[in-house]
């Protein structure tokens, strides 16, 4: 089954609100700091890795005209 365009558009709107999400969590956790120090690598890797998912995304979007 080929991704439509639409297909496409949805899953960008969903990892969108995910790299939000985890941006909010990482900014969240910075603002408690020294409270909760040792979980910032955690949170960063899971923000890095929402933001590199939703890149890939807008790239197969932006390839699909």
């Known amino acids: ?3 439509t365009t639409d297909d ?3 899953l960008v ?3 969108n609100a995910q ?3 985890a941006k909010m969590d990482l900014h969240d956790l910075s603002e408690e700091l020294p409270i ?5 690598p955690e949170q960063a890797q899971k923000t890095f890795e929402a933001y590199a998912r939703l890149a890939e995304a807008r ?3 932006a390839a699909a005209g």
């Not at 909760?36 to 910032?40: A, K, N």
């Open 19 to 21: 790299a939000t999400q």
């Open 8 to 10: 496409l558009k949805a």
């Open 36 to 40: 909760g120090w040792e979980h910032i």
């Open 1 to 3: 089954m080929a991704v």
């Open 13 to 15: 709107k969903k990892l």
């Open 59 to 61: 790239a197969r979007l």
